[in-house]
């Protein structure tokens, strides 16, 4: 990786995302679907065009190819699918189980590989002073101990994903029953949107908070710098 960072990027405003990729499309499938008002395939072709084109000019603003955005336009165009092809509402719940679960088999297989995605989440040059930080696990003969906390951190991270993709796939089976192409259908997918968010999204953002919180103290312990220390300053 180049000693110099690439220039940092805005990530954009959390609530507007939020209402965006949720909220809008929610009210849209919940709302719109019947036929006095747009109908049930182009509710639901508009209401995806949302996170759709969100994430797009999300990859275009930090000109960089991400996994995570990318899914994400995978698992909004494949909805769409399933709604133009009236598959049956199960082949729905397999979708949203499917997308966390490849990203948790990603974070296993890259913890085998050179890339590590624990790396490039949280131990990466953008946030901390790698070299300061590998120099005093070095100095201190904690390098292997350092590593053994990330391997750690790496399950705790799959597993998080898991819960989620569990999660998802219950949640879908239990609120999506109706048979896809339909009005029925459009505000089942509205409503599972809408809890998706409080029920499995923030679930999964406080278990990852928490990992990072993990992975700070063990680094904190075993280099002897304080957080502050090992941030870096741009």
Known sequence: MSASPPPRRDAGNPLVEVLV??????????????????????????????PLGWGVADLVRRQRFGLVPALGIVSTLLTGGIGLLALDSRWLAIKEAAVPGLIGL?????????????????????????????????????????????????????????????????????????????EAFNAELGRLTLLSYPVIALPSMAMMIAIVVYLARGARRLTGLTVTEMLRHH
């Open 21 to 50: 990729s949720i909220v809008v499309p929610a009210v849209i499938l919940m709302k719109f679907s019947g036929d006095q008002h747009l109908g049930a395939l182009p509710a639901l072709l508009v209401a995806l065009a949302f």
């Open 106 to 182: 990603a974070v296993l297989v890259s913890s085998r590989t050179r890339w590590p995605l624990i790396r490039m989440l949280v131990f990466n040059r953008q946030v901390l002073d790698v070299d300061k930080v590998e120099a005093q696990l070095a100095a201190r003969g904690n390098v292997q101990a350092f590593e053994a906390r990330l391997r750690s951190g790496t399950l705790l991270l799959a597993g998080t994903f898991f819960f989620s993709s569990a999660m998802n796939y219950a949640l879908a089976r239990w609120i999506v029953t109706s048979p896809s192409g339909t």
